[in-house]
């Protein structure tokens, strides 16, 4: 049921911004955009949301296309602690976040 | 403020158990939902409870229930453990939208 599609891996070189895209192309109007994070299968982490407007937070940057149908977010000066699966979810229905894959970000020094 | 706290960390039960997990909610926050990660997966929604009521379920069989108490704790019951079942359990709170996960509960079952 995930309506999300992101690449399964990425490197990132520490010091660099790590650029994570996600797809939703079926994205409906009063749908939000949420990312999270999990670290060697803690609890998932909240990072940013966004509905239309590019968001930014002390975490990160979450940039929305003007036709919302893909979105990025953008972590500025990643660090080895960045290392671990970012997760893109759109909330299908207010109670109900559905996870996808994943994309596992490995940040290298 | 305290966070999301869930217990116990880890737990050993044998097939055809019954398991008891708990879950305790950010401060202020009146909705709790359960997930399920198997091992190299994404979490999977099982359902929310909002206000001591179920507030929507996702595709898990009856033997998954679960409870909310007026200060908002939360349980999650499985009847009749499947090997399947061998998962870590998500807990998240929420007052809105924003969904703050609780460390998890990590269950084996032989």
């Known amino acids: 049921d995930a309506k999300t599609t992101q690449p399964t891996s990425m490197d990132c070189a520490e010091g660099r911004a790590a650029n994570l895209p996600c797809n939703h192309s079926?994205?409906?109007?009063?749908?939000?955009v949420y990312w999270y994070r999990q670290i060697h299968s803690q609890g998932p982490q909240y990072i940013i949301h966004g509905l239309k407007n590019n968001e930014t937070n002390e975490m990160a940057s979450l940039i929305i296309t003007e036709d919302r149908k893909s979105s990025t977010l953008i972590l500025p000066h990643a660090t080895l602690r960045d290392t671990a699966v970012y997760y893109c979810?759109?909330?299908?229905?207010?109670?109900?976040?559905?996870f996808g894959s994943g994309t596992k970000l490995n940040v290298k020094p | 403020e305290t966070g999301v706290t869930q217990s116990p960390t880890h737990l050993i039960k044998t097939r055809g158990q019954q398991v008891t997990l708990r879950c305790s909610s950010q401060s202020g926050h009146n909705t709790v939902s359960w997930y399920q990660q198997a091992l190299g997966q994404g979490p999977q929604f099982i359902f929310q409870?909002?206000?001591?009521?179920?507030?929507g379920r996702g595709n898990f069989p009856p033997r998954f229930s679960g409870l909310q108490f007026p200060n908002y704790s939360s349980e999650l019951n499985v009847n009749a453990l499947e090997l399947d079942d061998s998962a870590l359990y998500l807990c998240a709170s929420s007052l809105g939208r924003t969904q703050y996960f609780g460390p998890g509960t990590r269950l084996l079952v032989l």
């Open positions: 079926t994205i409906s109007g009063n749908e939000y």
């Open positions: 409870y909002y206000r001591e009521e179920e507030n």
């Open positions: 979810i759109v909330i299908y229905n207010f109670n109900k976040f559905y």
